[in-house]
């Protein structure tokens, strides 16, 4: 497997949060410990070997192979994940796998835990997905590149969401680094915030230094109060979370090459399949990065790609058509699907690793940044779009 999208990170380097590389904020996997975690699963033994780091910055990752057998393991320190959170995370891909959906099998280690623990880390192994990782070097917000990908990105999570239905978990308990849609339903949002920071103390303790009543106010509030009264009336459930080109893999590497399988259930929780898929445009439609990039094609603005949006959409409506209340939620979902996972970066950034610079870049230029970019022209042309094609269905 090798990625053609992006270039491969510089040994020691991971992706950041805006376009550059950057120190990563955990110590990449080691021989050792892959062999003490591995001694514990009863696969086909022998000397493992590191083939491949991932970049990606919030946990440490990469490819192995054992006794013939490509795997791949994942680190978390628990203050990120626990085994209890993570089993919730492999129980869902195991719904989905008994109907059908190509996500790679999670391994049991000899007592049948598909998470191990050593010392302050948490570990889960899974089958290498089928198909080629194109996308496995590109960082954040990455485009598809070819709207014959994003139309088969679009119609591979219109079979997730078909194959979720009836997952029977309720959703997640708040923590670092996850997803969810409480904020964006509530009568009070604001008062949901406080809530959910009195259960978070990292949180809190950022936001005590914010003016978060005020910025919510004036960036937030009114999208969420357009989509609570349409949202109001949808069933919820289960979705993948973090729906981009990075976490599928492909036919080929082809422009026309179709979904062979998906990976990364980190951020899957129980919402609405309307939030996950405004969740997916979110990740891979709108030039984000160039925000906050002097030196991009349009310093400070972002643009999207209406294009690669009705490409999705249209996959996705091939296989599970939206209903009429979906599609006139969607534009009002689109701007606030990323709020309470934007509140669980701050955390994270904040008091997990004490990176003061990155939590102020996810509270001021993800949780709010995003959110105001919908008023401007740009944005505001992406939802009036959307506006049109729901007033079709």
Not at 44 to 69: N, Q, V
């Amino acid at each position: 497997m090798s990625g053609v999208i992006g270039m491969p990170a510089p040994v020691g380097l991971v992706h950041g949060m805006g376009k550059e590389l950057v120190v990563p904020d955990w110590s990449p996997l080691t021989s050792a410990e892959v062999h003490t975690v591995m001694a514990r699963y009863p696969q086909p033994g022998g000397d493992e070997m590191i083939t491949w780091r991932s970049p990606r910055p919030m946990s440490a990752a990469g490819l192995i192979r054992r006794g013939g057998m490509d795997l791949f393991v994942k680190r978390h320190h628990v203050r990120v994940r626990t085994s209890a959170q993570l089993a919730v995370e492999h129980a869902f891909i195991g719904h989905l796998r008994a109907r059908g959906i190509a996500a790679p099998a999670v391994l049991r280690a000899a007592d049948g835990a598909t998470a191990t623990q050593h010392g302050d880390f948490v570990y889960e192994v899974h089958e290498l997905a089928g198909g080629l990782d194109v996308y496995r070097d590109a960082v954040s917000w990455t485009p598809y590149a070819s709207l014959g990908h994003a139309r088969a990105a679009g119609a591979a999570l219109g079979r997730l969401h078909a194959a979720a239905d009836r997952f029977p978990l309720p959703a997640r308990v708040p923590a670092v680094l996850t997803s969810g849609c409480e904020i964006i339903v509530a009568a009070d949002p604001l008062a949901e915030v406080k809530w959910l920071a009195g259960r978070r103390p990292g949180l809190a303790g950022y936001l005590d230094g914010r003016a978060w009543p005020d910025d919510l106010t004036r960036h937030v509030l009114p999208a969420i109060r357009r989509a609570v009264p349409l949202l109001a009336g949808l069933p919820r459930q289960w979705g993948h979370g973090d729906w981009h080109p990075s976490n599928l893999t492909w036919t080929s590497a082809g422009r026309d090459a179709v979904v062979a399988g998906v990976f990364d259930f980190g951020l899957a929780n129980r919402t609405f399949a309307v939030h996950d898929l405004a969740t997916a445009l979110e990740r891979a439609t709108v030039s984000w990065l160039d925000l906050t990039d002097p030196d991009g094609p349009s310093p400070g603005r972002a643009e999207a790609d209406l294009d690669a949006i009705d490409a999705l959409l249209d996959g996705y409506e091939s296989v599970r058509p939206l209903s009429p209340a979906e599609a006139a939620a969607l534009p009002e979902v689109f701007p606030v699907a990323h709020v309470e996972y934007a509140l669980s970066e701050v955390e994270y950034f904040a008091q997990v690793v004490s990176s003061p610079a990155n939590a102020d870049l996810a509270y001021d230029g993800y949780l709010l940044g995003h959110a105001a970019w919908f008023a401007t022209p740009d944005g505001a042309a992406v939802l009036d779009h959307l506006r049109r094609r729901a007033a079709t269905v």
